[in-house]
């Protein structure tokens, strides 16, 4: 695997070695002995998700203030525009976002640690979207930063309106919203 750190170096995109003939193709999603030895993190991952989501649905931009998540994230169907806003208040990146296509074609994986709000936009017709997590999820500590709060100025690729739930219409913004210290 190639490991790249992004415009925030914390945030790593990581290229798994792909073996493909007239078959298909394998390829390993996650190797913990690997992991370690390129990047020296040692993740402990206790939680698998599975989300589906339909053409300019954007997804977030949620972290836990509480029972924070590191995240390993991929996507096995479609497309999307994967964002990180680093909201760690010490951090020379503090404020910052980084976006990366991830998409079951280029088969990328994202590493986004703790002290980080996380979301994604849509592009293809539909996206299967899975990420492991180092904690639980805890809908009592979730926040939501406004996925389209003009301090942070993320430039999503999507054409009209977005498709958002609930909590993700009311989210907050940045400086208003609860950061890590």
Not at 16 to 21: E, G, I, S, T, Y
Not at 86 to 99: A, E, L, N, Q
Request: neutral net charge; contains cysteine; aromatic residues 12%.
């Amino acid at each position: 695997m190639k490991v790249t750190p992004t415009a925030i170096p914390d945030v790593l995109l990581i290229e798994p070695r792909v073996f493909a003939d007239e078959r298909g193709f394998f390829f390993e999603c996650f190797n913990e002995r690997e992991f370690r030895k390129q990047t020296g993190i040692i993740p402990k991952f206790v939680q698998d998700n599975h989300s589906r989501s339909v053409k300019n649905t954007v997804r977030g931009l949620h972290y836990q203030i509480h029972q924070p998540q590191a995240k390993l994230v991929r996507v096995v169907l479609g497309e999307v525009f994967d964002v990180v806003v680093d909201i760690r208040r010490r951090s020379p990146t503090f404020r910052k976002w980084v976006g990366v296509h991830l998409s079951a074609e280029n088969k990328q994986v994202l590493w986004i640690p703790e002290g980080f709000a996380h979301g994604f936009a849509v592009l293809s017709d539909i996206a299967d979207f899975i990420y492991k997590t180092s904690d639980y999820y805890a809908p009592q500590h979730e926040r939501t930063i406004m996925w389209n709060d003009p301090d942070l100025g993320i430039n999503w690729p999507i054409a009209g309106e977005p498709i958002l739930a609930p909590k993700d219409k009311v989210g907050k913004r940045f400086t208003e919203a609860e950061v890590f210290d």
